[in-house]
């Protein structure tokens, strides 16, 4: 289960509007599932994940495309990620919502998707999904559509990647630092570099030395001398 605070910060950010409403009671009605006035899909053990359960959401999923309909099944299941058979579903909703968005689906909803479920899927992720990882962290078409979408939606999956021991980790973040060395406009950089610290290595300070003196953003100058003065 995952702690009270990163369940707090979860639900803080959900947005129980008119659309997740609408798609809560739509689920429970086909979970056969039924809500307190005060519950909400995504607090704890609101749903327990039996077998007619999980059974229930992947036909959900197999169903509909609707992406705040799948953003409440990832709130729904965040609290059971150490199923594998819930990782599992967590893993066909990211598949598929990266899909529609490199098929141009880039509305709102898909985004408020592709974020939620990033979020959630780095509670359960396993040394066997690093390739996936991978491929979500390099996903071109999340980067910033224009330079005025600061929001890059790589980042979010750092957060899985940083929790795998593989060494092609380190290799792939150093190979971020690397080609935005200089040019500093990748917003994947601070991610990078705080999974690339976890594997220190002696040629790294240099390159962190030169990201403290030169970056253009004073908070990512900050961190690295923050990771340098751990190290060296």
């Keep these: 289960m995952s702690s009270s605070r ?14 997740w409403e609408n798609a809560e009671a739509y689920i429970a009605k086909k979970l056969h599932l039924e809500l307190n006035e005060s519950e909400h899909l995504g607090d704890d053990w609101v749903l327990t994940p039996d077998e007619a359960i999980l059974a229930g959401c992947q036909q959900l ?25 819930v990782h599992s579903l967590l893993a066909q909703i990211a598949e598929t919502a990266a899909a529609k968005w490199r098929a141009g689906d880039r509305e709102v909803p898909q985004r408020n998707l592709l974020r939620r479920v990033s979020q959630a899927y780095h509670y359960g992720v396993v040394d066997a999904d690093l390739d996936f990882v991978l491929r979500m962290c390099a996903e071109p078409t999340f980067a910033p559509q224009s330079p005025e979408d600061g929001e890059d939606l790589r980042g979010y999956w750092f957060e899985s990647l940083a929790k795998l021991k593989d060494a092609e980790v380190g290799r792939f973040c150093r190979n971020v630092i690397d080609d935005d060395l200089g040019r500093w406009t990748d917003f994947r950089l601070i991610d990078a570099m705080r999974v690339a610290a976890k594997s220190w290595t002696p040629s790294d300070a240099e390159v962190f030395s030169r990201i403290a003196a030169e970056h253009s953003d004073s908070w990512i100058r900050q961190n690295a001398k923050r990771i340098l003065k751990r190290h060296v």
């Excluded at 990163?6 to 659309?19: I, K, P, R, V």
């Design 6 to 19: 990163d369940t707090d910060a979860f639900l803080a950010s959900l947005d129980y509007g008119s659309n």
């Design 61 to 85: 999923i197999d169903s509909t495309s609707e992406p705040v309909v799948r953003e409440v099944l990832v709130a729904a299941l965040r609290t059971s990620y150490h199923l594998r058979r």
